[in-house]
């Protein structure tokens, strides 16, 4: 897997863009970026992903360099309830072994009355 | 759907004693995984199964740990017998087969602590 480096701690003024940048300069061609995040004490909660362009849902925007080797998930207005530790990830999405994901240390987003 | 059901929501037990975690996956999803979390180690990949099948369990600590899908609907991580170092919380999560793939669902997973 592509290693992923992300910074240890951010913080956040609600209702403003958390953007939670993400690098994988040795991402490979078929690899996704995938976001989870997790809220203390809960499981770990898929956020999105994606392959090379930029993805948005209700949850997220995920942006996407050019040369994938860095990528940036923005949460347009975060709000208390976004406080939690971010996990980018990079993987196959398919064919052998592609299930098994990493998680690595994250960030810590601390959203900020 | 009541998404992935994980029981006990907490267990504290003594040291040797057998524990047995449970958990439903979404009906649908073929695939099932147990991870593990502690301070030092993370969220650490224990086994994941597919179809009902252990497909890689490599992540399972030792021969005291052992996981079971008997059906479609259930599965269960057991630690016979336990140590203290086994206290973590243990999370279940299950996904459908492609298009699916690496979008996993969660439980709420099971507090451990031995003592």
């Known amino acids: 897997d592509a290693k992923t480096t992300q910074p240890t701690s951010m913080d956040c003024a609600e209702g403003r863009a958390a953007n939670l940048p993400c690098n994988h300069s040795t991402i490979s061609g078929n690899e996704y970026v995938y976001w989870y995040r997790q809220i203390h004490s809960q499981g770990p909660q898929y956020i999105i992903h994606?392959?090379?362009n930029n993805e948005t849902n209700e949850m997220a925007s995920l942006i996407i360099t050019e040369d994938r080797k860095s990528s940036t998930l923005i949460l347009p207005h975060a709000t208390l309830r976004d406080t939690a530790v971010y996990y980018c990830i990079v993987r196959v999405a398919h064919g052998a072994g592609s299930y098994q994901l990493t998680f690595g240390k994250g960030t810590k987003l601390s959203v900020i009355p | 759907d009541a998404g992935v059901i994980q029981s006990p929501r907490h267990e504290v037990t003594e040291m040797g004693q057998e524990v047995t975690l449970r958990c439903k996956p979404i009906s649908g999803h073929d695939y099932l995984f147990w991870y593990r979390q502690t301070m030092m180690r993370g969220l650490e990949l224990l086994i994941y199964f597919n179809n009902n099948v252990p497909i890689d369990d490599s992540g399972m600590p030792e021969d005291r740990f052992s996981a079971k899908m008997p059906n479609a609907s259930f599965s269960t991580l057991k630690i016979q017998p336990s140590e203290p170092r086994d206290s973590a919380v243990y999370f279940c999560?299950?996904?459908?087969?492609?298009?699916?793939?690496?979008?996993?669902?969660f439980g709420a997973g099971s507090r451990l602590t031995v003592l």
């Open positions: 994606g392959l090379k």
């Open positions: 999560a299950s996904t459908p087969s492609p298009p699916g793939a690496n979008v996993l669902t």
